[in-house]
């Protein structure tokens, strides 16, 4: 991930946690816009940061919840020439940990995206966003499935293992001088 992303994040979770009490409602567009405009231009990074700003001005809204789905979306993307596991991860785990239980559209897409993060090699999210490590436990699903990254290094392991068997067989085979 790089520096400015990770900045933009971290910001991101302050002013969402920080200002999930202030009243009235801001205007969104222009960021919704450029996060367009940059996804169009195949700019996944500032998509996403833009994406942030837009979840970090409406907190506790449908439109914060769609921006983080966005943003995870972008970040999981397999043309993202930058793609972020661990932040689609995080922004899955976030959406989940905020999203109302009724909400039947988004949260299957989040548990997905969140799923298949895992399977990509993320870390399992401990405490997503502003919520309780309790509660973030209790609506992220687990997968018992390896990940790539593992299943990867199994079969590494044993085309090393076998290799060797071949050296092996080749040296029995050879005829004695």
């Known amino acids: ?69 966005t943003a995870a979306a972008v970040a999981l993307d397999p043309t993202n020439g930058s793609r972020q596991v661990e932040l689609g991860a995080s922004l899955s785990a976030r959406y989940l940990a905020i999203a109302p239980s009724d909400d039947s559209n988004g949260r299957p897409v989040a548990r997905a995206f969140y799923l298949i993060a895992l399977e990509l090699g993320a870390e399992p999210v401990t405490a997503p966003g502003c919520v309780s490590t309790d509660s973030a436990a209790a609506v992220l699903p687990r997968s018992d499935a390896p990940s790539m990254p593992d299943r990867i290094r199994v079969l590494e392991r044993e085309l090393a293992r076998l290799r060797e068997e071949l050296v092996r067989i080749r040296k029995t085979l050879e005829p004695s001088p």
């Open 1 to 69: 991930m790089s520096w400015r992303l990770l900045a933009v994040v971290a910001c991101t979770a302050v002013l969402g946690c920080a200002s999930m009490h202030r009243p009235g409602r801001v205007a969104v567009a222009p960021a919704r816009d450029r996060a367009q405009r940059a996804l169009d231009a195949g700019n996944h990074t500032a998509a996403i940061a833009e994406l942030l700003l837009v979840a970090g001005r409406c907190p506790a809204t449908a439109a914060e919840r769609h921006a983080l789905l």
